[in-house]
């Protein structure tokens, strides 16, 4: 992967104008490009496969088709999406089948324009990016499914890919919640090295998104470790 080139394209999805129109402006005007905007989930869809962006900023209630259909369809499509779900709801189901569906962020809509900002940078580097206390939740539930008994996995196992022992270290600390700059700082290497681990790592388990190396990652207690 090369490094981002220009800035950070993003779309924006909400089916009401005026937030929509805030949104992307406030966007707009900290030097990210808006390629496009949707106000319902077909035209989500139809636009996001046109326009190419690297983040989606996406609302989970739309006309049309609901914003988790959205998502699975559009990150089933292009695995190196990012979607950042941008929503009034923080219940948890809502969040959980975000996360689900390929969602590799969550805020709610009273985060500050700078909380926003902040997220959809992060995102676009695959840091994943929740309001607080959701963090926890999702953790949480990755830890009951790992929990949940399991029989083929054991068989598995001895088919899982060699990691170096870099790769498990960036694996590790991925687990426990570190942002890529802290695992830089940690390891004393660069942001760009620690990308790099990850999406290696990511490539020899055949995983999509870092949510779903949390969960790979905590079925095999690396986050105790």
Known sequence: ?????????????????????????????????????????????????????????????????????????????????????????????????????????????????????????????????FTPGLAGLVLGEYRRLASDPAPATDGDRPKAPQLTDRETEVLRLVAKGLSYKQIAERLVISHRTVQNHVQNTLGKLQLHNRVELVRYAIERGLDDA
């Open 1 to 129: 992967m090369s490094e981002q080139r220009g800035p950070i394209r993003v779309m924006v999805v909400d089916d009401h104008p005026m937030w929509r129109d805030a949104v992307a402006r406030d966007l707009a005007e900290s030097g990210f490009d808006v390629v496009a905007t949707a106000g319902d989930g077909e035209q989500a869809v139809r636009r996001a496969k046109a326009a190419a962006p690297d983040v989606l900023v996406l609302d989970l209630n739309l006309p049309q088709m609901p914003g988790v259909q959205v998502c699975k369809e559009l990150v089933g499509a292009n695995p190196a999406l990012r979607v950042l779900v941008l929503s009034a709801s923080g219940e948890h189901a809502d969040v959980l089948e975000a996360v689900k569906s390929g969602a590799t962020g969550y805020l709610l809509k009273s985060a500050s324009t700078e909380e926003l900002l902040d997220a959809v940078r992060r995102t676009a580097v695959g840091d994943p990016v």
